[in-house]
């Protein structure tokens, strides 16, 4: 796994001198109890690695551990909740 580092309203991965290779924005929610997860980005250099997946399990172990849920709005994250229905139903938001 990269070394994923989280700030405000985003899960990233940088390279040494600070450029940014890979991140997921999110912004918040249902009076802040829900994750949007709104855009993921992954350089070139860096796709077909896994790091979307694993900047969504990022941000999906932080919402179970602060008891919070998860509202798919990019493609990515749609399309990876929709596919693995067994990993992410128990943390997707239901309105």
Do not use: W
């Amino acid at each position: 796994m990269e070394n994923i580092q989280r700030d405000t309203h985003r899960y990233f991965i940088a390279d040494a001198s600070g450029r940014i290779l890979a991140e997921l924005d999110y912004a918040y929610i249902n009076h802040d109890m829900t994750y949007t997860v709104d855009s993921i980005f992954v350089s070139p250099e860096l796709r077909g690695q896994g790091i979307a997946s694993q900047l969504l399990d990022a941000i999906v172990t932080d919402a179970k551990s602060e008891d919070k849920t998860i509202k798919a709005v990019c493609p990515y994250a749609k399309a990876a909740f929709q596919r693995y229905p067994e990993k992410y139903q128990e943390i997707e938001y239901k309105p």
